[in-house]
């Protein structure tokens, strides 16, 4: 069974920063590339960060981009998100991802997703 379990979440002032952490099971990432999206209430997903399997090429969406730091680590078989300067429009329900194939998952079509973490960034 897969499980994609996000972790790191919380409530942090305009400004702050935020590490999310997304620890599988049952899936080796290695094989996948891996990413985050997030949504917000009333919204549609929206892309925010990928990485390919090899971590050697990364996305970002412009909105956080210079901001946020997408990483893994396979032999822990954990993404990350690193947010930095966050902002009050960050407010999200944060998901980690994975796909096969990268142009999927920067269109937010994965083959696999977790629960989501909820992040709130107060003004």
């Known amino acids: 069974q897969v499980q994609l379990v996000e972790s790191g979440g919380g409530l942090v002032q305009a400004g702050g920063s935020l590490r999310l952490s997304c620890a599988a099971s049952?899936?080796?990432?290695?094989?996948?590339?891996m990413g985050w999206f997030r949504q917000a209430p009333g919204k549609e997903r929206e892309f925010v960060a990928a990485?390919?399997?090899?971590?050697?090429?990364?996305y970002y969406a412009d909105s956080v981009k210079g901001r946020f730091t997408i990483s893994r680590d396979n032999a822990k078989n954990t993404l990350y998100l690193q947010m930095n300067t966050l902002k009050p429009e960050d407010t999200a329900v944060y998901y980690c991802a994975a796909a096969l194939e990268m142009p999927s998952l920067l269109k937010v079509i994965n083959d696999y997703r977790g629960q989501g973490t909820q992040v709130t960034v107060s003004s």
């Open positions: 049952g899936l080796s990432i290695r094989r996948y590339h």
């Open positions: 990485i390919s399997w090899s971590g050697g090429s990364t």
